[in-house]
């Protein structure tokens, strides 16, 4: 990903004049785990590939922190890998890993397949059992009132379900209906619920008030790995075509946005740049940014052609930063680590 610029801020603060220059908050690429190829695939916004990681062992799940740094499930090898821009550090191991998920805490999940269970690292690797008494976990993905959903394929097909779990672990039955063989799973921004049924050649969606569809039921081969962007299309993983197809938010079929693919498995967007945002508070000016953007630093320059941006070290994610409407004019940005 690189160091990127997200958000210019130029605050003409004696007359209360703001003025918001966005600069390239970048694009959000796709990245594929080819399971078959050993391979973890990047994809550009126009369908441009590129390998991202490679020499892996059967990946699977694929899951972003909001620092930008991409974990990997390495199903064949037993590991879990983590990701900056591409080069590869070594992050846990000893179980057999399939789908991943990371919370707002930055708190990595990660199904355990070979002990049907629910595994949480907290940021600084602190391993936590979260769930047991599964089947065999597959994929997962939270909501955003950080409730965690799992799709169990069950012990045979047919007998797949989606489990919902609060933030404190108490687990209940989303739904089954007769589900051959879930394994991906996305929510959308009303978080509805999505599953892709790999036997049954199907995507499902379940609503918040409980109303259970076919979103899509044709044209698909082996559907694995499910996300959306952050424009509310849907991207599919389809495992036996070697496709990554998309759909919009009614399940229309887009087209087929990646082929020849060997085995693709899960996917997982880069996370959107958090935005720069302004209150006026009396005679201030408040700069604050989202829990996303942790990770990231605020910046000052009184020349935008200035080399010599200083670090606002007291600037922080959501407190934000006060600016008295009697400083001199400045320049402010959040830059990515």
Known sequence: MGKKLLIIVWITVLTAVIVLVPIGAGAQNLLESDSGSGNIYL????????????????????????????????????????FTDGARIYFSSGFIPVGLAIDTNGNVF????????IIKYTPTGTFNPFASGLIYPSG???????????ADQGNAIGSGHVYKFTPAGTRSTLFSNSLGDPVGLAIDRSNSVFV???????????????????????????????????????YEADYGSGNIFKFNSKGVLLGTFAS????????AFEPPAPALNISQTGNQSV?????????????MSTNLSSANWVTVTNGIQITGFAITNSSPNA????VSP
């Open 140 to 150: 997962l993905a939270f909501d955003s009132a950080g409730n965690l959903y799992e």
């Open 43 to 82: 994809f550009t916004t126009n369908g441009t590939q590129s390998v991202y990681a490679a020499g892996l062992s059967s990946p699977y799940g694929l899951a972003f922190n909001s620092g930008g740094k991409l974990f990997e499930a390495d199903y064949g090898s037993s590991n879990i890998f983590q």
């Open 110 to 117: 990660v199904t355990d397949t070979s002990n049907g269970r």
């Open 260 to 267: 020849n693919l060997d085995s693709p498995t899960y996917l």
């Open 196 to 234: 892709a049924d790999f036997a049954n050649n199907a995507i499902y969606k379940y609503t918040t008030n409980g109303v259970f569809s076919t979103f899509v039921s044709s044209g698909l081969d082996e559907p694995a790995g499910l996300a959306f962007d952050d424009a509310g299309n849907l």
């Open 331 to 334: 320049f402010f940005r959040i």
């Open 287 to 299: 700069l604050y940014w989202p829990a996303v953007g942790a990770s990231y630093t605020l910046q």
